[in-house]
């Protein structure tokens, strides 16, 4: 697998709490994505990073803030859990070039009471 | 707007036997377009990609894919099932930066 941690593997919180999830990647890429997989609808781009402190919406960004301080950690942000966020998150990395393949880590399930 | 679609959520094979996965897509432009696969509590796993070149690609576990432009497809191909190519698969184009995933055929290999 690429060098790529997610943390943590398995949360559950309660609706309205706010909630971090942290990627953190050792290939030195320039792209950091944060996904989210649920039933029927395949992944999901939340949001997106191209560089340090660059980054940009997908298609399901209401309700998650993302930062990128270092190359390395890009942070996923809940400010206020819903249920409806209850999912599985992964992180996904890429390289420089528009043919670069995504490597994904091993997922974050996300649990909102 | 760009999208992917995998027509069919499940396809059963037997072990030994040709398998096809299914894939469409429609986006701008050329884009670079991708094939993974999902064990359990797993993330995706890259199989293969299409840049330019021959319609015909190879990648990781003996699986290749065939790349159609006038029909804009581009699907997986095995010529001989394992019952440990059971999983879930993933379509995936990149016109940009971003990737557009298709919502995935669960593949089922029967001994």
């Known amino acids: 697998d690429a060098g790529i941690t997610q943390s943590p593997r398995h949360k559950v919180t309660e609706t309205g709490t706010p909630v971090t999830l942290r990627c953190h990647q050792t290939e030195n890429h320039r792209y950091m994505y944060w996904y989210r997989q649920d039933p029927g609808h395949g992944l999901r781009l939340i949001h997106y990073s191209y560089g340090v402190k660059d980054t940009d919406k997908g298609e399901v960004s209401d309700g998650y803030s993302v930062s990128r301080s270092k190359t390395e950690d890009f942070l996923l942000t809940l400010e206020s859990a819903t249920s409806s966020q209850t999912s599985v998150y992964f992180c996904a990395i890429s390289g420089g070039t528009d043919n670069s393949p995504l490597h994904f880590g091993n997922g974050t399930r996300l649990t909102v009471t | 707007a760009q999208s992917v679609a995998q027509p069919e959520d499940q396809v059963n094979v037997a072990e030994g036997n040709p398998l096809t996965v299914k894939c469409t897509y429609s986006v701008s432009g050329n884009p670079y377009l991708f094939w993974y696969v999902q064990y359990p509590n797993r993330g995706l796993q890259f199989l293969l990609k299409y840049i330019t070149g021959d319609n015909l690609v190879k990648g990781s576990y003996g699986f290749e894919a065939e790349f159609n432009k006038s029909q804009t497809s581009f699907h997986l191909k095995k010529p001989s099932a394992l019952v440990s190519d059971s999983a879930l698969y993933f379509c995936?184009?990149?016109?940009?930066?971003?990737?557009?995933f298709g919502s995935g055929t669960k593949l089922n290999v029967k001994p």
């Open positions: 995936a184009v990149r016109p940009s930066g971003k990737f557009y």
